[in-house]
């Protein structure tokens, strides 16, 4: 069973678009939701994190929103560009937990 | 200050045959684990780790083995490899509490044929 699912699977912007990615999970234990990038070849990093007990954090161009009552969490990419193009995941975890990752979205930026 | 190594980055290996991954770090973290990454599926944790000594199973433990004998190396073991254990394995290393960061290593792509 999927604990945190992920939508779009794939994601095409234009640069200088919005880039908006959606996870949604069940278990209201969890307390902790990172994003994190991925490059090919390469392993996940830290993107953007944030606790329940705030709706929204930002990051320069990238934000989380986080909707409790709805237990659902998204990641905002403004001003996409094509640095950006990567696989990103959402996670969720609870103190002396595992992480449970999302099943990750492609997203490419066109020039 | 390498973070997390994994060793080897790459593998191919026949079905039946036997190796082990190899994940060394020096954060000192006390959390330790091991995922494989499929497309469309994700990062699925196969076994974990929360201090020397310990192991515990994931979402998809079935084929795989681990030792934690030192806290900086966690090992993974495939005992008879089958062609569905294909995949990109990551490690990652935490502190363990809930709102610290998973920091990955650069992976290992396996091949089993």
């Known amino acids: 069973q999927q604990q945190v699912k992920q939508s779009p699977q794939s994601l095409i912007v234009q640069k200088g678009g919005i880039s908006i990615i959606n996870c949604a999970y069940e278990?209201?234990?969890?307390?902790?939701f990172p994003w994190y990038q991925q490059f090919p070849g390469k392993g996940p990093a830290l993107l953007i994190a944030i606790r329940p007990d705030v709706s929204e954090k930002k990051e320069g161009r990238f934000t989380i929103s986080f909707n409790k009552s709805a237990k659902q969490f998204s990641l905002h990419i403004m001003d996409s560009q094509p640095g950006d193009s990567a696989t990103y995941f959402c996670?969720?975890?609870?103190?002396?937990?595992?992480?449970?990752f999302g099943t990750g979205t492609s997203l490419t930026v066109i020039p | 200050n390498a973070g997390v190594t994994q060793t080897p980055k790459f593998r191919v290996l026949k079905t039946g045959q036997s190796m082990t991954l190899l994940c060394a770090q020096d954060?000192?973290?006390?959390?330790m684990y091991w995922y494989r990454q499929d497309p469309g599926m994700g990062l699925r944790l196969i076994h974990y780790?929360?201090?020397?000594?310990?192991?515990a199973k994931g979402e998809v433990p079935d084929g795989y083995n681990v030792s934690r004998l030192k806290k900086q190396n966690f090992l993974l073991g495939l005992e008879s490899a089958a062609p569905s254990q294909t995949s990109v394995y990551f490690c990652a290393t935490s502190f363990g509490r809930s709102d610290t960061e998973a920091f990955f290593g650069q992976g290992t792509r396996l091949t089993v044929v």
């Open positions: 996670a969720a975890s609870f103190t002396g937990n595992q992480f449970y």
């Open positions: 278990n209201t234990a969890f307390d902790y």
């Open positions: 954060m000192n973290h006390e959390y």
């Open positions: 780790s929360v201090g020397e000594g310990t192991t």
